[in-house]
């Protein structure tokens, strides 16, 4: 397996593991109070758009040329510092 292709394999499963982070934060906004709710709501769908973000970056870059991918590759390294501080920043709201 060549670099570019285990990355994309690595990727892919950071974003899967993010799904779940995701879906246990929902969990808990659902027992929140109302009053915060949609608040958490609202960081939830932030999550959700950031990931769907870097999957597109995932994508682009799964697609592109052997002399093209470290190139995209910093861009999705980008897009994954982004999504890490939002699960963070999200994380602590919900203690």
């Not at 870097?54 to 995209?72: C, F, N, T, V």
């Amino acid at each position: 397996m060549n670099k570019k292709d285990e990355y994309v394999r690595q990727m892919h499963s950071r974003l899967d593991h993010l799904s779940a982070e995701i879906d246990v934060l929902s969990a808990r906004a659902e027992q929140m109070a109302a009053e915060s709710k949609s608040e958490y709501h609202r960081q939830i769908e932030v999550l959700r758009a950031k990931r769907d973000d870097a999957r597109q970056h995932l994508d682009k870059l799964q697609k592109s040329g052997e002399s093209a991918w470290e190139d995209m590759k910093a861009g999705l390294e980008l897009a994954w510092e982004a999504i890490g501080e939002a699960v963070s920043s999200a994380k602590s709201r919900f203690k």
